[in-house]
């Protein structure tokens, strides 16, 4: 596939992003989470470009947020390959300058959306799970004025969220069309963050409503 431009030059890309990509790794959503890196996977939703191209749009997507300073093309490059290691990014293709024997390669997000996995699976099952599931029971027996649940029940609703959230939220990225995507892939990284987390929660509830009732179970 290939894109003409009618100025000097012309895009060839061959590579089209999957429409979403689920990312669990830890690393990857750090990158994700992080202003700078998810400037530049904002700019390229519009379409590949190359590091001139980013520095443009990094630089005009720097006037209109106090957060982001503009960057240089070295710094650019630096970016794409860091998201590129990640998973997040891949060359595109090449933009050939008409008339001369000058290529600059294109870059492209590897997906038009991401959905992101932050618990590393078989979560529950570290130390680190374990420990924050004994300090959640506590908590329930406080706020419902009983007996801690055992910590082996907790680990068990925690574990069946987990995977009903997991599922819900592939079920929902499978079913859905480009709007529904959008609203949970697109915004703020603040505003990404809590969409995914509650639509994770309530999409667990409606794949698994027998969790609620295990839960009410817990706290009598």
Not at 54 to 76: C, M, Q, V
Not at 128 to 150: E, V, W, Y
Request: proline letters at 5%; a positive charge.
């Amino acid at each position: 596939m290939s894109a003409t431009n009618p100025e000097n030059y012309r895009d060839v890309v061959t590579f089209k992003p999957v429409p979403v990509q689920i990312v669990k790794d830890k690393s990857a959503i750090r990158l994700i989470f992080n202003p700078k890196y998810w400037t530049m996977l904002i700019v390229l939703r519009q379409r590949p470009m190359t590091v001139r191209d980013l520095e443009k749009a990094y630089r005009e997507a720097a006037e209109n947020d106090a957060g982001i300073d503009p960057k240089s093309d070295k710094t650019i490059y630096r970016y794409l390959k860091v998201l590129e290691k990640a998973g997040l990014i891949i060359p595109a293709g090449q933009r050939l300058v008409i008339g001369k024997a000058v290529t600059e390669k294109l870059f492209s997000r590897t997906a038009d959306f991401f959905l992101l996995v932050e618990d590393p699976p078989k979560y529950w099952e570290t130390r680190k799970g374990k420990t924050i599931a004994k300090r959640i029971g506590n908590l329930l027996s406080h706020m419902f004025d009983g007996q801690a649940p055992s910590q082996k029940a907790i680990l068990e609703i925690l574990t069946h969220f987990d995977q009903a959230r997991e599922e819900g939220l592939e079920r929902l990225v499978e079913s859905g069309d480009r709007k529904t995507l959008e609203m949970i892939s697109t915004g703020s990284i603040v505003s990404l963050r809590k969409i995914i987390q509650y639509v994770g929660i309530f999409a667990a509830l409606l794949e698994k409503p027998e969790l609620l009732k295990e839960l009410q179970k817990l706290t009598k």
